[in-house]
C-alpha cells in the first residue's frame, strides 16, 4: 500500500452563478520516501492538488469527489481536530513566500518550540534541543543565536532555511514544498534546492513539489505529473518524462526551453494561451493549441493510459513522431 | 454620415447596459436583500424630494395659500381632529406636513449634494496632488488636513455661522443661509477626501501603468487626472455616500440650532426644530414625522454605502 | 545630433544612484541604499544588452535610471553623443520616442481602466500632435499585428486578457512611437513557460523588422544565452563582468559569473553540481569594503577586502577581479 493514494480527486469554487472545477479526475500515489514533482502553468490546478492534501484549499474551494488515503485513512473526510494531527506533523508544508509560515511578531525560537509542543508531549528544553539540531541539519550557521531572531532579521535564503526546518521539526513522512524557490536568487536558489534533495534522501521522507520549473523538478524528483487545465496529461519516471516526452504539452513545454534551441533563432512555442477554468473547450482541453488535434480530440476527454508506468492522457500518440526525432529534424 | 453613427453608438450603449446588468456586481447587489430596499428608499425619497413641486399638495412657500386657522392639525389616522386635506397633519402655522417635508428634504438633500461635490471637489485636487508630488506640497496640506481635523466640523460651521449672522444680520443671512451651509459643510470636511484619495495615489503611482505614461512622456497632469485619478474611484464612490449622509446631519444639527435654514424655508432640520417646542403640548407630530423622515433617509444611504464598500473590495470577499 | 558611426547608441557613464537621504524639513530620515557604484557601459545600435544578477544588484535601477524614471545620483548619460540625463522635461521629450520600456508585470503596466485601444493610442496623440483619427486608428492596427494580437481587442479592457496577451500589448504600446532603443525590465519572468517563448519570439521579430537595439534585464541566464548579444553581470550595484554573450558562456572569469553560470538548473540529468557560495547577499544599506564580492568568493585575499577592482580587458572579457588580474581563479 502506498504512503498517500490521491483517487479521483475533484475541487471545485463555487464562485456565485458560476462553479469552477480546479481539479477533475486526478489521481496519484507516493511511496515512503518518493520524491514526486507536479508541473504545470498557473491555472492548471496543481497547488490545488496539493493545498487539498491538506484541506488547505482557500475558500469557497472544496473537495467535491474523490478521496485522500493517507496510511489507508482517507484523510479528506476527517475533522478539523482529526486534520490537525496530521498536518505540520506527519505531512507539512513549505510555501514559496516564508512569511507564509513565519509569523514577524515572534522569534525563530518561540515558533519552533510552540510547533514542536502542539505535537508532542515534551519539555521546553527538549523542543529547545531538537529545533537547534534541526537548524543546524538545514546549515544555518551559529544556530543558538538564530534561535533568537524574527523573521524580518534574516535574509530571504535563510528564512526558507528556518521553514525548511520547521517542516523537518516533527520528522513527517511527506513534506509537499509548494515552490519553494521561485522568490529566491538563482544561486541561493540552488542551495537550497540541494538541501532539500539531501534531507529528503537521509531522513527518508516523501516529497511533493509544485513548480513550473522543468529543470528543477528534473534535478530532484524520480516522478514528474504535468498537469494542464485540472487534469493530469502526463505522468512517469522523471527521466523518462523529460527525455521521452509523448503527450503534445508536454513537449511543447521541453522544446520551448532556450536550453533546447539554437541560440538567437526563434523559440519553439506552444501558440494560444491555456483556456480559463470557465470557458474550457470540449473534448481534450489542449486541443486548440495542439498540432495533432483532429475532430476527435474536440469530442472524447483522452483518459491517462501507458505502460512502464509513464501514463499519457492523448488519443493520437501513434501518430506523434518520437521526441528525440523531431528535434533532430530542426 | 451622423445618422448611422448615432446608431451604431447607440447600439454600443445598448450592448453596454445589458453587459452591466449582467455583470456579477448587479448579480451580488440583487442578491443582497438590504442593499435591494435601502436603494429603493433612497430612490423613493430622492425623487419625491426632486419632484416636490409636482408632488406635493401643497406649496409651503406659498403664503397665500396657508391659513393660520388650519395650526397643529394632527395627521389623518388620528381619528377627532384629523383633516383629510393634510396627510400628515400641519404645523403651528398651518403649513401641510408633507408637503413641508418634501420641500424640505428637497433643500437638505441638495446641501447635502453640493456640500459633497465641493467637499469632493477640493479633497480630490489636493489629495492627487499631496499623493503624486509629494515632499513639501504634500507635508503642507496633510499638517493643514490635520489641524483642520482636530476642529469638528459642527464646531467650525457654528463659530463662522454665528458669526456671520452676527455681522450681516439675520435677514441677509436666511436669504444666502443655503450657499453659506454648503460653503460651511464642503470646506469643513475636505480632509476626508483628501486622506483617501492620497491613500489611494500612494498605492497606484508605484505601479508600472504610471512608469510607462512617464516613459512615454505625458505631463504630471495628465498622468494624474487621466490615469492615477480614475483608478481611485471606488474609494471616493464609497466615502461620497458615506459624507452625503454625514453633511445632511450636519445640516440638520445646525439648523437644529437655529444657524441652518431660516423657518419660512426650512430644510428637515429646521423642522425638527420648530416643532420641538410644541412636543410636550401634545403637537407630537410636527417634530417625530421630519425626524422619521431624516433617519429612513441617513439610515438607508449609509446602508447602502456599506454594501458598496464590501462589494468594490474584494478581499472582503463572502460566499 | 546623429553623432558619428563610432559614438555608441547609449553611453552609460560612471554613473551611480543613491536612494534615501538623511531627512529635511517635516519629514523623516530614510537609510542611505546605494544602489549603483560607479557604472559605465556603452550599448552600440543593434544590441541585444543584456544585463543579469540577483534581486538587489541594482539591474532595474540601471534600467530606470537610463529611460529616466529615476534621475543617476552623479554621472552621465548619453544617447547619440547627447546628454540626456540633465535635459528639463521639454527639452528631453524628443527622446523619450526614440527611448520606450517594458515593464516587468503585465498585470501593473496597463490602465485598467483603460481600454487597449486607449492605451495605445495615447502615445500618439502625445508625440504626433496633428495625426488624423484614421491614421492613428491604422497605426494602431498594424502594431496590434506586428506582435501578434488581434486587433479586434481594441474596445475591450486590459483585464480581460491572459498574461501572454498583455506582455503583448505592452509591447505593442513600447512600439507605437516606433522607437530605436527599447528598455525591458524582466519581460518574461511574471510569465508561464509556454507564453515566454511566444514574448521572446516577438520581441525578437520585433528587433529583426524594427532594427531596435534592446537593454534587456533579467536573472535567467539561459534567456541570456539565447537572446543576448552583450551581457553586463551586476553584484550589489558594480558590474563585474562585461562580454559577449558567446565568450561569457565559454569562458566565465569572474568568480561570480562562474557561480551564477553553475547555479542554472540543467536537464541533462546530471543533477545539481553548483559552485558553492559562502554567506547570503549583504544588502546595498552596508556595502562590504573593498570589493563587494570578498564575502562570498573563494579568491577573496587581503587586497579585495581593502581595494575596489575596476573593469580591465582579460582577453575576450572584462573583469572586476584582482584575482582575475593576478591569475589567482
Not at chain 1, 528534473?218 to 523529460?242: F, L
Not at chain 3, 518574461?188 to 521579430?205: K, R
Not at chain 3, 559569473?257 to 559552485?275: E, R, Y
Request: hydrophobic share 40%; aromatic share 6%; with cysteine.
Amino acid at each position: 500500500m502506498a504512503l498517500l493514494e490521491v483517487k479521483d480527486l475533484e475541487v471545485e469554487f463555487p464562485l456565485g452563478r458560476i462553479t469552477l472545477q480546479a481539479i477533475r479526475k486526478v489521481s496519484f500515489s507516493l511511496e515512503k520516501g518518493e520524491r514526486l514533482g507536479i508541473v504545470g502553468e498557473s491555472g492548471a490546478g496543481k497547488s490545488v492538488a496539493a493545498f487539498s492534501i491538506l484541506n488547505l484549499l482557500s475558500r469557497p474551494g472544496r473537495i467535491s469527489g474523490g478521496e485522500i488515503l493517507f496510511e489507508g485513512d482517507d484523510i479528506s473526510k476527517f475533522d478539523d481536530r482529526q486534520m490537525r494531527s496530521i498536518r505540520g506533523n506527519r505531512i507539512s508544508m513549505i510555501f514559496q513566500d516564508p512569511m507564509m509560515t513565519l509569523n514577524p511578531v515572534l522569534t525563530v525560537a518561540t515558533q519552533m518550540i510552540e510547533c514542536l509542543k502542539a505535537h508532542r508531549k515534551i519539555s521546553k528544553k527538549e523542543a529547545w534541543d531538537i529545533s537547534v539540531s534541526k537548524l543546524k541539519e538545514v546549515m544555518i550557521p551559529s544556530p543558538e543565536e538564530r534561535m533568537e531572531s524574527y523573521p524580518h532579521e534574516l535574509s530571504g535564503g535563510m528564512r526558507q532555511r528556518v521553514v525548511i526546518a520547521m517542516a523537518l521539526l516533527t520528522d513527517p513522512e511527506i513534506i509537499i514544498a509548494d515552490e519553494p524557490t521561485t522568490a529566491l536568487d538563482v544561486t541561493i536558489q540552488a542551495e537550497i534546492m540541494v538541501l532539500m534533495l539531501d534531507l529528503c534522501k537521509s531522513n527518508n521522507v516523501g516529497l511533493i513539489l509544485i513548480t513550473h520549473d522543468l529543470a528543477v523538478v528534473s534535478q530532484v524528483t524520480e516522478r514528474i505529473m504535468v498537469m494542464y487545465a485540472g487534469r493530469v496529461v502526463e505522468e512517469g519516471g522523471t527521466k523518462e518524462v523529460i527525455t521521452n516526452p509523448k503527450h503534445p504539452y508536454t513537449r511543447g513545454l521541453l522544446k520551448a526551453l532556450p536550453q533546447e534551441n539554437t541560440a538567437g533563432s526563434r523559440l519553439n512555442q506552444i501558440r494560444g494561451t491555456m483556456p480559463s477554468l470557465n470557458a474550457l473547450p470540449k473534448g481534450c482541453a489542449f486541443n486548440p493549441r495542439c498540432d495533432f488535434a483532429t475532430k476527435e480530440c474536440h469530442q472524447v476527454v483522452p483518459k491517462l493510459e501507458g505502460r512502464d508506468g509513464h501514463n499519457t492522457a492523448c488519443i493520437h500518440l501513434e501518430k506523434i513522431p518520437s521526441f528525440k526525432s523531431e528535434l533532430g529534424n530542426q | 454620415m451622423g445618422k448611422p453613427h448615432s446608431e451604431v453608438s447607440g447600439a454600443k450603449i445598448m450592448t453596454r447596459i445589458k453587459s452591466f446588468l449582467n455583470s456579477d456586481f448587479v448579480y451580488r447587489f440583487r442578491k443582497d436583500k438590504v442593499a435591494v430596499v435601502s436603494l429603493g428608499i433612497v430612490l423613493v425619497l430622492v425623487l419625491s424630494a426632486v419632484l416636490a413641486p409636482l408632488i406635493s399638495p401643497f406649496d409651503p412657500y406659498d403664503l397665500k395659500s396657508i391659513d393660520i386657522m388650519d395650526s397643529e392639525i394632527p395627521p389623518v389616522w388620528d381619528e377627532n381632529d384629523g383633516d383629510e386635506r393634510f396627510l400628515l397633519g400641519t404645523d403651528p402655522q398651518g403649513r401641510d406636513m408633507l408637503s413641508t417635508i418634501l420641500y424640505g428634504m428637497r433643500i437638505s438633500l441638495m446641501i447635502g449634494f453640493f456640500a459633497v461635490l465641493l467637499q469632493g471637489i477640493l479633497g480630490v485636487t489636493i489629495g492627487l496632488l499631496s499623493g503624486y508630488l509629494g515632499g513639501k506640497i504634500d507635508a503642507f496640506f496633510m499638517r493643514l488636513a490635520d489641524i483642520q481635523l482636530s476642529f469638528s466640523t459642527l464646531m467650525v460651521a457654528i463659530i463662522t455661522l454665528a458669526i456671520f449672522q452676527a455681522a450681516f444680520g439675520a435677514e441677509l443671512y436666511s436669504k444666502l443661509a443655503i450657499f453659506m451651509l454648503i460653503l460651511v459643510i464642503g470646506i469643513a470636511e475636505w480632509p476626508q477626501y483628501a486622506r483617501t484619495v492620497r491613500a489611494s495615489v500612494l498605492a497606484e503611482k508605484h505601479k508600472e501603468y504610471v512608469d510607462a505614461a512617464r516613459v512615454i512622456g505625458m505631463s504630471p497632469a495628465r498622468i494624474m487626472f487621466r490615469h492615477i485619478f480614475p483608478n481611485t474611484l471606488s474609494p471616493i464612490l464609497v466615502i461620497s455616500t458615506i459624507q452625503v449622509a454625514n453633511a445632511i446631519i450636519s445640516e440638520a444639527a445646525l439648523s437644529f440650532l437655529g444657524l441652518g435654514m431660516p423657518v419660512n424655508q426650512p430644510s428637515l432640520g429646521s423642522l425638527i426644530s420648530s416643532g420641538f417646542e410644541y412636543i410636550f403640548s401634545g403637537s407630537w407630530w410636527i417634530t417625530v414625522i421630519p425626524s422619521f423622515f431624516l433617519v429612513l433617509l441617513i439610515l438607508s444611504i449609509n446602508l447602502l454605502g456599506d454594501w458598496l464598500r464590501d462589494a468594490l473590495n474584494p478581499k472582503l470577499y463572502k460566499d | 545630433m546623429t553623432g558619428s558611426s563610432d559614438t555608441p547608441l547609449v553611453n552609460i557613464l560612471n554613473v551611480e544612484k543613491t536612494f534615501g537621504d538623511g531627512g529635511g524639513f517635516l519629514s523623516t530620515a530614510q537609510p542611505i541604499v546605494k544602489a549603483l557604484n560607479n557604472v559605465s557601459l556603452s550599448i552600440e545600435k543593434g544590441d541585444s544588452f543584456c544585463l543579469v544578477g540577483e534581486s538587489g544588484c541594482g539591474k532595474s535601477t540601471l534600467a530606470r535610471t537610463v529611460i529616466g524614471l529615476n534621475p543617476p545620483s552623479k554621472g552621465e548619460i548619453h544617447y547619440q553623443g547627447t546628454r540626456i540625463d540633465s535635459l528639463s522635461a521639454k527639452e528631453r521629450q524628443p527622446f523619450k520616442r526614440k527611448m520606450q520600456m517594458i515593464f516587468q508585470n503585465p498585470y501593473a503596466s496597463l490602465n485598467p481602466r483603460m481600454t487597449v485601444a486607449q492605451i495605445l493610442e495615447e502615445p500618439l496623440k502625445i508625440h504626433e500632435k496633428g495625426m488624423s483619427k484614421g491614421a492613428i486608428k491604422q497605426k494602431v492596427e498594424e502594431v496590434m499585428v506586428s506582435v501578434g494580437n488581434d486587433p479586434a481587442w481594441g474596445p475591450r479592457y486590459p483585464h480581460e486578457f491572459s498574461g501572454g496577451q498583455r506582455q503583448r500589448i505592452s509591447i505593442a504600446r513600447a512600439l507605437m512611437l516606433d522607437p530605436e532603443f527599447v528598455v525591458a525590465d524582466e519581460p518574461i519572468s511574471a510569465l508561464d513557460v509556454s507564453i515566454q517563448a511566444q514574448v521572446l519570439n516577438v520581441m525578437m521579430d520585433a528587433q529583426e523588422k524594427r532594427n531596435l537595439t534592446y537593454l534587456f534585464i533579467t536573472h535567467d541566464l539561459s534567456i541570456v544565452e539565447h537572446f543576448g548579444s552583450k551581457v553586463a553581470v551586476m553584484y550589489l550595484g558594480t558590474v563585474c563582468e562585461l562580454a559577449d554573450v558567446k565568450d561569457l558562456f565559454d569562458a566565465p572569469r569572474h568568480p561570480y559569473t562562474q557561480a551564477l553560470l553553475s547555479a542554472i538548473p540543467k536537464m541533462d540529468g546530471s543533477g545539481v553540481n553548483h559552485i558553492k557560495m559562502s554567506g547570503e547577499v549583504p544588502t546595498a544599506m552596508d556595502l562590504p569594503s573593498g570589493c563587494v564580492f570578498h564575502p562570498r568568493c573563494p579568491y577573496a585575499n587581503e587586497r579585495c577586502r581593502r581595494d575596489i577592482p575596476t573593469l580591465a580587458d582579460n582577453g575576450n572579457t572584462k573583469t572586476a577581479c584582482f584575482a582575475v588580474e593576478e591569475g589567482r581563479v
